[in-house]
């Protein structure tokens, strides 16, 4: 075998499967980018917390996290359909999230419960004739006091108009306000409030706070379980006794709360590969018990109100690509993306392989035929007698000294040594010309 005539022949199917391999790359666009943005919550709340964890998790991979303040649920959702965000939390019942955007944001998994926190101050109720202290267990009964419903762009106020109209209350009669969670905690702890409602997960500092705090108690909602019932996107939970604080017994009994579900949502047209990241970290942050739920509840993809991504459903369901473990995320991650791409090309090679051999006779053979074309003009030359006998035979030593200087493989050796006996040949006739002539 000549290695470079094999060379040369696989050459153009060489130059083929670069090409594809090119135009693929291109088109697929198997690496992420370095940067994607991340629309979390208010500074404290707890979107920021696990903001700023998924941004640490995301580094090690050469992706920069933007954290997006907002308000809360509500402004990231809107952040996302406008574009102003890639990734964000949004809470279940956040507007009609269910329709229109379906063909424009996915979900990465349902992470954690977001329960309805409804902090009031007793000392702000009424006292009872009995003397006993006085306690709330039903929204209806908060009908007279002081509320704080969260900022807008937090969906705590939408969430609240339909539970007041459940409880068919006069919103318009309601002292209701709008105070960001710090100045609304400020004003409940210096009795300028009455009642604060926020939905947040367990590992807001706010929550924290007003858990520990003299003269302010935590809802306990005897109606839990019916509106689970009405509204579908609430779930019933309970706050298990001592799980705050067990050696001082916070709380002192099981709560009974309400909790919307908070998912990862991701515009369509983020990358694939950020997409699963964001799953992966999930998985990382948000699969241990907590005050809710037990391990592993979460995430899930149970809950989810709009179409998980397949990112997601893998990450969270299924079990990762062996070569994830030895090797690194971005080769990792092309072999992934562009495995198909690969697998075509295989198939596409094994047909059109087959003309190597073929080509690689080929090169080898025009070796030696390419100097049949000077032989025979020596025969037309030797037939027209346009040359004399001593030209013809000079052009046939020139040939037979170039023949001489053919290297072919031993196995394409037959068509060298043709050529030496066809040059033989003619110069037997160019000799027997001569000696005719002589004569």
Known sequence: MSLRDLLVSIGPLVLLVVALL???????????????????????????????????????????????????????????????????????????????????LLSL??????????????????PLPSGKKPSVNELIQLDKLRINEDVPGSGVPALMAQLIKANRLDAAKLHLSQLPPEDAVQALL????????????PQSRYVHQLLRAPGVALLDLAQADAYSRRFGFLSSVTLPRGVVDLARDVPDHDVSMIALTTSLLARDDVHPALRELFAESAVKLHSDAGWFNRAR??????????????????????????????LPFWLSNLLQRMGLVIGGLVVLLLPLSRIVPPLYAWRVRRRVFRW????HEVEVRLESGSESTEQLLERLA???????????????????????????????????RAAALEA
């Open 297 to 326: 509840d979460f995430p899930n993809t149970r809950t989810s109100e709009l179409p998980v991504s397949s990112e997601g459903d893998q990450a969270i369901n299924g079990t990762p690509p062996i070569w994830r473990r030895y």
């Open 190 to 201: 210096t009795g300028k409030l009455d009642v604060m409602v926020l939905a947040s997960a």
């Open 398 to 432: 020139h040939l037979d000294d170039r023949a001489n200087r053919i290297a072919v493989p031993l196995s394409y050796a037959y068509e060298l040594y043709a050529l030496r006996d066809h040059i033989h040949a003619v110069r037997k006739r160019v000799l027997a």
């Open 109 to 126: 998994g349902s992470l954690f419960y977001e329960p309805l926190w409804i902090f009031y101050r007793p000392a702000a109720l009424p």
């Open 372 to 375: 049949y074309a000077l032989l």
């Open 22 to 104: 090119v135009a693929a790359y291109w088109w697929i666009q198997p690496q992420p980018p370095h940067s994607v943005r991340l629309a979390t919550g208010p500074v404290g709340s707890s979107y920021a917390v696990f903001g700023k964890r998924y941004a640490a998790l995301l580094k090690p991979y050469g992706i920069n996290v933007e954290l997006i303040e907002t308000a809360g649920s509500a402004e990231n959702l809107d952040a996302l359909r406008a574009g102003r965000a890639d990734v964000a939390f949004v809470r279940g019942g956040t507007g009609d999230i269910a329709a229109g955007d379906e063909d424009t």
